[in-house]
C-alpha cells in the first residue's frame, strides 16, 4: 500500500496569507489527524477528522482549521499567518477503531512551512 | 502540553553498542508508542506497547513499560549508522467516552551513531 502523502512538501508564505495544506492518507484509512511541529513546543496536536466531521481538537486558535473529503483525504487550513507558524506539519492516517489513537498512527513526510 | 519526556536529549555512542533512551510521563495512559523521526522529515513508527504489556520487542528494538513509575525505555541492540535519528515517546490517554487529544509527545531524544 502507498504511504500517507502530503503536498506540498515545502511552502513559503509571508504573514498576513493563508495557507492550506493537503494529505492522503493510507488507502482504507479513515481518520486523519494533523500535528504541528517547532523546534520550541515540539509536536502538538491539532486535531482529528473522521468521516468528514472534525472528532478531537487540540489547543490552537480558530486561524487553524480543516475538513475532510467523502474519500478520506483531508486539508488544513491556516487563515492570516503569523511568523511563529513556521513549522513541520504532518498528517497521520490510523485505522478507526473506537479510539485511532489507541493504534498505529502513520505519519506522512509533512509539509515545511515559512512565514516571512 | 507535553506529557511525555524523553532522557537523554542527546546520545553518542559507537556502532554496534546498544542506546537505551528513557521516557517518563505524567498521567495514566492506555498506550505508549515510540517513533523516529530522520532529520525533520515524518515520523516512523516503531513500536506500540499497551498499558497491560510490560515487555516488547520487534526486531533489534525492545521497549518496557512501567505503569507504576510512569516510564517507559526504548532499547536499540547492536546499533547502526541508520540509526542516526530522532525518538520520540508519544502516550495516549484519552477517555474510553471520547474526547481525545491526540499523542501527546515528547521532546525526543537526539540518537547519533559514530561509525
Known amino acids: 500500500k502507498a504511504g500517507v502523502t502530503q503536498t506540498p512538501r515545502y511552502l513559503i508564505k509571508t504573514r498576513g496569507q493563508q495557507v492550506t495544506l493537503s494529505c492522503s492518507p493510507i488507502?482504507?484509512?479513515?481518520?486523519v489527524s494533523w500535528y504541528q511541529q517547532t523546534p520550541g513546543q515540539g509536536l502538538q496536536f491539532l486535531f482529528e477528522?473522521?468521516?468528514?466531521?472534525?472528532?478531537n481538537k487540540g489547543n490552537f486558535p480558530g486561524r487553524f482549521s480543516g475538513r475532510q473529503f467523502s474519500n478520506s483525504r483531508s486539508e488544513m487550513n491556516v487563515s492570516t499567518l503569523e511568523l511563529g507558524d513556521s513549522a513541520l506539519y504532518l498528517c497521520a492516517s490510523s485505522l478507526d477503531r473506537d479510539n485511532p489513537f489507541r493504534e498505529t498512527q502513520y505519519f506522512g513526510p509533512g509539509t515545511r512551512l515559512l512565514v516571512l | 502540553s507535553q506529557q511525555g519526556e524523553e532522557d537523554p536529549q542527546a546520545l553518542s555512542i559507537q556502532e554496534g553498542e546498544n542506546a537505551t533512551m528513557n521516557c517518563s510521563y505524567k498521567?495514566?495512559?492506555?498506550?505508549l508508542q515510540w517513533y523516529r523521526q530522520n532529520s525533520g522529515r515524518g515520523l516512523v513508527h516503531l513500536i506500540l506497547i499497551r498499558s497491560n504489556e510490560r515487555e516488547k520487542h520487534s526486531g533489534r528494538l525492545r521497549v518496557t513499560l512501567d505503569t507504576s513509575k510512569k516510564s517507559s525505555s526504548l532499547l536499540i541492540t547492536a546499533s547502526r549508522a541508520a540509526d542516526t535519528a530522532s525518538y520520540f515517546c508519544a502516550t495516549d490517554a484519552s477517555p474510553l467516552g471520547g474526547g481525545a487529544d491526540g499523542l501527546t509527545f515528547g521532546k525526543g531524544t537526539h540518537l547519533i551513531i559514530q561509525p
Open positions: 498521567t495514566s495512559i492506555n498506550n
Open positions: 488507502s482504507g484509512h479513515r481518520s
Open positions: 477528522y473522521f468521516s468528514e466531521t472534525q472528532r
